[in-house]
């Protein structure tokens, strides 16, 4: 029972290790998405920092291009936006926050554009 619960206790350690990993710290250049100091045009999740500890927004992209859902957060940690891109354009439902994490209004967006 004992070797059981080892077992199972260092599966655990070790797929929630290698998610972790899986996430990159991004930066921006020249309106493209490339990992930290990377050379390539980045495809995966990952985390643009406002500094060494506080996250700006956290997403998706397919090389170097927002895609599928981004999460942008205040200063203070709190939400500020969230909606998806599809292709480096907006799209679908945007959902903005106030500083005091109340809903401040939606958008619906197609191609980048606001949809009225």
Wanted: proline share 2%; net charge positive.
């Amino acid at each position: 029972m004992k070797k059981k619960l080892l077992i199972l206790l260092a599966v655990i350690i070790l797929f929630g290790c290698s998610d972790k990993d899986s996430v990159k710290k991004i930066e921006f250049r020249k309106e493209i998405i490339y990992t930290l100091n990377g050379d390539r045009p980045y495809t995966g999740e990952g985390i643009l920092y406002y500094d060494k500890d506080n996250i700006e927004s956290r997403g998706y992209s397919k090389n170097g291009i927002p895609d599928k859902e981004w999460i942008y957060y205040f200063y203070n940690g709190k939400l500020k936006r969230k909606g998806s891109y599809k292709n480096g354009k907006m799209d679908g439902q945007w959902i903005y926050y106030y500083h005091s994490g109340e809903i401040e209004g939606k958008v619906n967006y197609r191609d980048g554009k606001e949809i009225k």
